[in-house]
């Protein structure tokens, strides 16, 4: 790719899926690989883009190899055996795709895009259905004509399996976009894909990055305090009517003020946010709390002590003052 691009195409098939008005569906295959030309290396990076860029991402691992999901032996052979080639693993791969597609009657078709690709120093596998729309071009002459062209920017249907973490026994390398209403359920089983959501620890990833949100917004100490408050009573109260998590209802509730800032940060690749679960209370404490705990004394405050005074931190001597001793306390202390 470009010379700034972090990711290097080895691997490229695009192939169609047509859907009839009437009947089955059928996979026009091409012949051979495409070649890694300027046209196509852009594509790829557009499409990396595009997705990374997306929210609602499903997060998981391969389903147990059997027969009802033939994807994660397909990967073994081609990677660890090397038994298949690339050739050979995209040819089977669309078959099991095409089965997928019968089997839950889907309507789109497209072009299937299956790419080896390694992103960041991460081996991966992509795939991806994307339709055209009609668009427009103007000619030399000026003249506007119609012209087909691929619906990158809304793409419903796609996924990656990382290789590397695979490899390296991560507990979750396969991601995929989830869309609406669940609509890529086929492409899931597709992957050989089981979800990996445990609300805690997704709920605790989330809290995270709010936080570190809060930090990088470089906001007064009372204007920090409220976002981060706000947080918790968004966040607790889809917990109370198990509401599914969506970031961009987040960031709209959270930071009303430019909800595009934070939902930018939420939907950082890296982060690997996921969408759906119902948030755990347990982790949303640190929102508006602290907690901790050394040789021979356990403190927990809430983070509105900050704020008003009554617990402050001496960062030059590494130490806390706590006002409003309770007078039971203070009594303890006093005989001992």
């Not at 495409?34 to 990396?48: F, I, K, Y």
């Not at 996924?159 to 507990?171: K, Y």
């Not at 690749?269 to 640190?286: M, N």
Request: with cysteine; charged share 25%; net charge negative.
């Amino acid at each position: 790719m470009s010379e700034d691009s972090l990711n290097t195409v080895s691997d490229l098939v695009i192939h169609r899926l047509v859907r009839e008005a009437q009947g089955a569906s059928r996979v026009v295959l091409r012949a051979g690989p495409n070649p890694l030309d300027e046209p196509a290396l852009r594509l790829m990076e557009r499409l990396c883009q595009s997705y990374a860029a997306r929210p609602g991402k499903g997060y998981g691992h391969f389903e147990q190899e059997g027969a009802g999901f033939p994807m994660p032996g397909l990967v073994r052979q081609l990677v660890v055996e090397q038994r298949i080639d690339f050739a050979r693993f995209q040819q089977e791969a669309m078959a099991v795709l095409q089965a997928r597609v019968e089997e839950d009657q889907i309507e789109d078709g497209g072009y299937l895009v299956v790419a080896r690709v390694s992103m960041f120093g991460a081996d991966c596998l992509w795939f991806a259905l994307i339709q055209d729309v009609l668009g427009s071009a103007i000619l030399e002459g000026g003249e506007i004509v119609d012209a087909p062209q691929l619906d990158i920017a809304g793409i419903q249907v796609a996924g990656r399996i990382d290789l590397t973490a695979w490899q390296a026994g991560a507990e979750r390398y396969i991601s995929f976009l989830k869309g609406r209403g669940d609509v890529a359920g086929y492409f899931k089983r597709f992957l050989g894909c089981t979800d990996v959501v445990i609300a805690l620890k997704e709920t605790r990833k989330l809290v995270e990055t709010l936080e570190q949100f809060a930090e990088a917004q470089a906001l007064p100490p009372p204007a920090r305090d409220t976002l981060l408050e706000r947080a918790h009573e968004v966040l607790e109260a889809m917990g109370e009517r198990s509401a599914p998590v969506s970031l961009e209802t987040v960031a709209a509730e959270v930071w009303p003020e430019a909800p595009e800032k934070l939902v930018e940060t939420l939907q950082e690749e890296s982060r690997e946010l996921a969408t759906g679960f119902v948030p755990d209370k347990r982790a949303l404490r640190p929102l508006v709390r602290f907690r901790a705990k050394a040789q021979g004394w356990r403190l927990e405050f809430d983070r509105a002590g900050l704020s008003a005074g009554t617990v402050q931190y001496d960062a030059g001597n590494n130490t806390l003052i706590l006002t409003n001793v309770p007078e039971s306390l203070k009594r303890s202390l006093l005989d001992e």
